[in-house]
């Protein structure tokens, strides 16, 4: 089959095909991630992103290539999660401009839309890396290029490009050192290259993903009525969704098992899979129930009363943007947004005066209209974001483009990071003291988190083992081993320097408030000059996190 021009049908055909192909892989893309840690999220947010972008893009009524395009883009950016999916976000950016006025689509105008698709998202990232989506899609948008003079067939082109792009994946352990290591491709060149590959199979007919993407609706929240709801209402506040790769076949068991203290509970299996849904207040002690079967993917969990305020507040921002006499009143000169997941640090910061807490963080990275939303939820002139990960700090730096507010993107990684910059918060002083002060503060704080490993790896010469408890200081693994507070207490040494003097543990929704006391009692003994507090964080799959200062 032969085709020369792309028209606008076509295109949403190769968009559906892409979000398809994307969302059919994205487990694999997860498990590329270079460090075996329970959030390696890059298919997921990929995923995630390119749905928003095809939802817009096929709403657009006509088929003009460039309007649909347009659209993608603006679905895009808005759906944009984690530092993947806001590159590929700036990838559908720069295909948009560079097919821009075409109604319909050739072999030149696409090889245009895939270099400048590169460009953008090169721009986009302050200190581009080498080895990672980015070359990968640089070198496709090249060599698009170099062969579109000679080649009109778009299907024979695009299987061109995917092959010559499937070659630098493949190279990409050479030019990164990590990967290599790891023994994996880069995960987002990884996604690029299903991006590519589904837009060709639906435009080839080689693979339909027609009825799987058509099921997300385009809803217009100004057209629907909802009875208020108060939030105290709802009893059990966290919606928990998880499936469990094992070999236990008792589902009615446990089943039984996750029904104490539980509502909305779905439990079915089948062929070594048990999918989850479940309403609880306690997500992480469901996430322990299930880890004790066996391995979990596809984790997502939802604070279903800040849910039912963003539905709320999705009414309120369409009304202001839609009906011009409406103004959002400026009443102070700062708020906060922080994002943060796990009740007892979402205190921690309501606490420290932020405005509106964003959930999210590991495994559940949201999106810039996420943290758009909160932004616009708020009062202050001058707005900080506290991301508290650093792969959040990409999309809250797109909310800048989105909102007239000064917004001000704080690139905290980590939690204690977060509340250390908020310590050096002064409401007496300017955004510019303020924003020096603060970033002053965070800079203080050395972080530790403890986990477990996802997969066998072999990372700076250490032989990690599936399941083994691993101790990350500042993102790097630093140890590993068997015992949760064995490994903890070797992080802790790892990272003590002469300069320590406070130790903050916040321990986990997995872990019992006596099993975080021994921990203190013992790091106690051994360093008598530092204060040590515990905290119950609330967090899920991280059992601790530390804060030394």
């Known amino acids: 089959m032969k085709m020369e021009i792309m028209d606008g049908a076509l295109f949403k055909k190769a968009l559906k095909g892409a979000a398809g192909l994307l969302e059919k892989n994205k487990e694999e893309i997860n498990s590329l991630n270079v460090f075996p840690v329970p959030d390696g999220d890059t298919g997921t947010n990929m995923s995630l992103t390119i749905k928003s972008a095809v939802k817009q893009g096929i709403s657009v009524e006509d088929d003009d290539a460039y309007m649909i395009a347009l659209a993608a883009s603006q679905g895009s950016l808005m759906g944009a999660r984690g530092n993947s999916g806001v590159i590929l976000s700036q990838l559908f950016r720069g295909f948009a401009s560079g097919i821009k006025g075409e109604k319909n689509i050739d072999v030149g105008i696409l090889a245009e839309g895939l270099k400048q698709a590169a460009d953008t998202a090169y721009k986009a ?57 790891a023994g994996v491709v880069d995960a987002g060149g990884q996604g690029y290259m299903y991006v590519l590959l589904g837009a060709y199979n639906a435009l080839a007919g080689i693979e339909d993903f027609h009825e799987e993407v058509e099921e997300e609706k385009i809803v217009d929240f100004k057209h629907i009525h909802r009875e208020p ?76 009363r800040y849910q039912h305020e963003e539905i709320l507040l999705k009414d309120e921002l369409a009304e202001v943007r839609n009906n011009k006499e409406i103004n959002r009143e400026e009443s102070k000169e700062y708020s906060f947004v922080s994002v943060s997941i796990g009740k007892g640090i979402e205190d921690i910061f309501k606490g420290l ?107 700076n010469g250490q032989k990690i083992s599936k399941d083994d408890i691993i101790g990350l200081s500042n993102g790097d693994i630093a140890v590993s081993g068997k015992m949760i507070n064995s490994v903890a207490e070797d992080l802790i040494h ?23 006391t021994e921990l203190a009692t013992s790091l106690e003994e051994k360093y008598s000059d530092v204060d040590i507090e515990i905290i119950f964080g609330g967090q899920p799959l991280y059992y601790y996190i530390f804060s030394l200062e």
């Not at 170099?146 to 490009?161: M, Q």
């Not at 790892?494 to 975080?516: L, P, R, V």
């Open 494 to 516: 790892k990272m003590m320097n002469e300069d320590i003097s406070i130790i903050t543990i916040f321990y986990g929704n997995n872990i019992e408030e006596d099993m975080a």
């Open 353 to 459: 005066s932020v405005d509106h807490i964003v959930s999210g963080g590991q495994t559940m990275n949201p999106s810039t209209e996420d943290i758009l939303k909160a932004v616009e939820s708020t009062s202050g002139k001058n707005v900080f974001i506290l991301p508290n990960n650093k792969n959040i700090i990409l999309a809250a730096e797109q909310v800048k483009e989105l909102s007239d507010r000064n917004i001000i993107v704080l690139p905290t990684k980590t939690i204690p990071e977060g509340i250390g910059a908020l310590l050096g918060f002064d409401e007496n002083k300017s955004v510019e003291e303020n924003t020096k002060d603060m970033l002053e503060t965070m800079s203080y704080v050395k972080t530790g988190q403890v986990t477990y490993a996802v997969r066998d790896t072999e990372l």
């Open 125 to 181: 990232v302050m200190k581009p890396t080498e080895g990672t989506i980015l070359t990968v899609a640089r070198e496709c948008g090249e060599f698009a290029t170099s062969i579109s003079r000679k080649e009109k067939d778009i299907i024979v082109f695009l299987k061109k490009v995917i092959d010559h792009g499937n070659e630098v994946l493949a190279r990409t352990p050479d030019m990164l050192p990590v990967l290599k290591q």
């Open 229 to 304: 709801i108060d939030t105290d209402d709802i009893e059990y506040g966290y919606c928990t969704e998880f499936m469990v790769n094992t070999k236990y076949n008792d589902i009615d068991k446990f089943r039984e098992e996750l029904s104490i203290d539980a509502d909305s509970l779905l439990v079915v299996g089948g062929e070594g899979i048990i999918k989850v849904h479940i309403h609880t207040n306690n997500p992480g002690l469901v996430l322990e129930k299930g880890l004790a079967l066996g391995e979990l993917s596809d984790i997502k969990i939802d604070n279903m």
